[in-house]
């Protein structure tokens, strides 16, 4: 859910004193959630989400997991409950691919990670409109201006449940150029980038729900 959205004051002189992005990015820092949320800046609104439910954490733990196997003689490890910084954006993907010694991608105030040096993004997706509009939307979009090279999305509701391999991204449109939809129950293969061989299945993903 959108727990609070910040817009500019129409009576204040926009020149003067600090712009949205600053703004959003000040609300952000001062903010102490109760335990099992999270904060995100997402296209101009901070947007506040609850911990996912015990399917959506098990098909994240999962693919983790599988990820770091895949991965194990290399310097890159997968990562949960990271910030992703992009400016004055803040972003939290539910898997991130990513150094391991975190370290080499520096952040003196220590909030996070820039977001343009990790390989892969993941989302599960969350039950509710809202949720889906920003894992499959404004998420989309964000991840793709940031560059980041593969946008993973696991979907149960989507059908009897879908993963979806984005790759290609533009930054200066905002999209992907080219995707993978496959049902569960199908494996697809990642084809490019350092996980580039591994495969999604019902391994993490679970059967195909309704089968």
Excluded at 49 to 59: C, F, Q, V, Y
Excluded at 107 to 122: E, I, K, Q
Excluded at 138 to 148: D, E, L, T
């Amino acid at each position: 859910m959108t727990a609070m959205a910040c817009e500019p004051d129409l009576d204040t002189d926009l020149d003067e004193g600090p712009g949205l992005d600053e703004v959003l990015w000040q609300a952000w820092l001062a903010l102490e959630l109760p335990e099992g949320y999270h904060a995100e800046i997402i296209e101009g609104s901070i947007e506040v989400s609850p911990t996912g439910r015990r399917s959506h954490a098990l098909a994240a733990n999962r693919l983790r997991r599988a990820l770091d196997a895949h991965l194990a003689d290399g310097d890159l490890a997968a990562h949960q409950d990271l910030n992703l910084l992009h400016g004055r954006k803040v972003y939290i993907p539910d898997v991130v691919l990513a150094p391991e010694d975190l370290d080499e991608i520096p952040d003196p105030n220590g909030w996070g990670v820039d977001a343009t040096r990790v390989s892969l993004v993941a989302e599960v997706v969350s039950p509710g409109r809202e949720a889906r509009q920003r894992d499959l939307v404004r998420k989309h979009r964000a991840y793709a201006q940031a560059g980041i090279p593969v946008y993973l999305v696991i979907d149960d509701r989507d059908g009897m449940g879908h993963v979806t391999v984005h790759t290609e991204p533009d930054p200066k449109k905002g999209v992907y150029e080219a995707s993978t939809r496959v049902p569960y129950g199908t494996e697809v293969t990642l084809s490019e980038g350092p996980a580039k061989g591994f495969v999604i299945g019902v391994s993490i993903t679970g059967e195909p729900r309704g089968a």
